[in-house]
């Protein structure tokens, strides 16, 4: 199947500075990626939608100018937790869409983030 | 809007037995997907199986089926002859048909966590 790396898998900074994740479709285009934030014992929170090329479409209570979105190629977009801060800390998980009428996401193996 | 919903946060069994997982969800679409994907200790989520609501047979893969009942809006994953590797959470998703250029989001439910015991 499909596979979706994301980097790094795992990161520790300190509170203030900013963090990038990046996600890659690696042998398919994606032409919608979504970013997700779990929670321990949780289900999966939808951060933001990105169509390649376009702003991305935050959901309600998402901070735009704090997780800054870029989907510039068709194989790469990137999360920026700007400014993060220990409540920022937990699993982000990308997932990518191929094609225009593909109906199945291909997840990458996650992100966690630790702000001390 | 739509939900999911998962009523059993935890279920527990032994090995080789056949094990089901509930799922109900809520929508006003006649077009739409529904999917179990599994998340194991390492979470990276696998697609398990994927159900399209047109469809009426039931979806299989291997040892993994579902029934899917439109009317009841129910769709339940029965995992038979369990092992210890389909130790997980399982969530289900809706997603609702939304064109080609459409969002294609997942509505999530809350998880269960299924362990199969040696």
């Known amino acids: 199947g499909a596979v979706v790396s994301q980097h790094p898998s795992r990161v520790i900074c300190k509170s203030g500075t900013s963090v990038k994740i990046e996600c890659r479709s690696l042998d398919f285009q994606a032409t919608t990626m979504f970013w997700y934030r779990q929670f321990p014992k949780q289900s999966l929170m939808l951060m933001a939608t990105?169509?390649?090329?376009?702003?991305?479409?935050?959901e309600q209570g998402v901070e735009k100018d704090k997780f800054l979105i870029n989907h510039a190629s068709l194989t790469l977009s990137t999360l920026t937790v700007t400014s993060a801060h220990p409540e920022d800390s937990s699993f982000y998980i990308c997932s990518a869409r191929a094609g225009t009428s593909g109906t199945e996401q291909f997840f990458g193996p996650g992100t966690r983030l630790t702000v001390l | 809007a739509q939900t999911v919903t998962q009523s059993q946060p935890e279920m527990s069994v032994q090995e080789a037995e056949t094990v089901t997982l509930s799922c109900t969800y809520d929508t006003s679409e006649n077009n739409y997907y529904l999917f179990w994907y599994k998340q194991p200790p390492s979470r990276q989520m696998i697609l398990v199986i994927r159900?399209?609501?047109?469809k009426q047979q039931n979806a299989t893969e291997n040892r993994f089926s579902v029934n899917f009942q439109k009317a009841a809006k129910s769709f339940s994953l029965k995992i038979s002859d369990s092992q210890l590797g389909d130790t997980a959470m399982y969530f289900c998703a809706f997603m609702k048909h939304a064109g080609v250029r459409g969002n294609y989001q997942l509505i999530w439910g809350a998880g269960t966590k299924l362990i199969i015991k040696p």
């Open positions: 159900q399209e609501a047109y």
């Open positions: 990105s169509n390649e090329g376009s702003k991305a479409t935050y």
